[in-house]
């Protein structure tokens, strides 16, 4: 079975612009999470999406935004990018929603 | 919010010892779930636990369900160069819960 897949593995983009990411999930699995991990703060949860339904979300502002299709295929969306948004973006597929199968993640630089 | 406790930040361990990590929430959790993360990788599932109680081995690695729910432990026996990396324990409360994780443990080997 392939893995989870992120596309693309790194991105650099400037202030103020707005970035999409995409994540394929492994076959079978309908829940889909997102994840913003920077130094230090760990693992922070962005949102899960489940048969195309957001089911969980964090504490992030509303700048960041999702959406998961009928394949279970997964975007994240993130506006008006801030110095502070650099981090890697980290994708979790699951068919429950319990064990969680990490993609590689997307490094997003923000100049 | 759910917040899971992981200490000491970083261990430095001699090859060939046994490691120990727990992992603690005021908050019970009904899944617990250890990850290892490599650096420029996302995090691998290593062993999923479901019952309190619960003892499940993967090779060298035998982690616990905390008999009151709010713990977990992982063990490491016989370390290697390889074990390297960061140790992040998660955590579900329930089948519409997200996935809370630890801020991770960084483990060092020296051979």
């Known amino acids: 079975k392939a893995g989870v897949t992120q596309t693309p593995r790194y991105l650099i983009k400037t202030r103020g612009q707005q970035v999409t990411l995409s994540c394929s999930p492994i076959?079978?699995?309908?829940?889909v999470s997102w994840y913003q991990q920077t130094p230090g703060q760990g693992l922070q949860f962005l949102f899960e999406?489940?048969?195309?339904?957001?089911?969980n979300k964090g504490n992030f502002p509303g700048r960041f935004s999702g959406r998961q299709f009928s394949n279970s295929r997964s975007e994240m969306n993130v506006s008006t990018l801030e110095l502070g948004d650099s981090a890697l973006y980290l994708c979790?597929?699951?068919?429950?929603?319990?064990?969680?199968?990490f993609g590689p993640g997307t490094r997003l630089t923000v100049l | 919010g759910q917040q899971l406790n992981q200490s000491p930040q970083s261990m430095f361990i001699q090859e060939g010892e046994d490691v120990s990590m727990n992992c603690t929430s005021s908050?019970?959790?009904?899944?617990w779930l250890w990850y290892k993360q490599d650096p420029g990788e996302g995090p691998v599932l290593l062993i999923a636990?479901?019952?309190?109680?619960e003892l499940t081995s993967n090779g060298r690695l035998t982690a616990q369900f905390g008999i009151t729910r709010k713990d977990s432990f992982l063990n490491i026996s016989a370390s290697i160069p390889s074990d390297v990396g960061i140790y992040f324990c998660?955590?579900?409360?329930?089948?519409?819960?997200?996935?809370?994780f630890g801020k991770g443990i960084t483990l060092s080997v020296r051979p």
């Open positions: 979790a597929s699951s068919f429950t929603g319990d064990e969680q199968f």
């Open positions: 076959s079978g699995h309908r829940s």
């Open positions: 999406y489940f048969s195309e339904t957001q089911r």
């Open positions: 908050s019970i959790f009904n899944t």
């Open positions: 636990l479901y019952k309190a109680g």
């Open positions: 998660a955590g579900r409360a329930g089948a519409n819960s997200k996935l809370t």
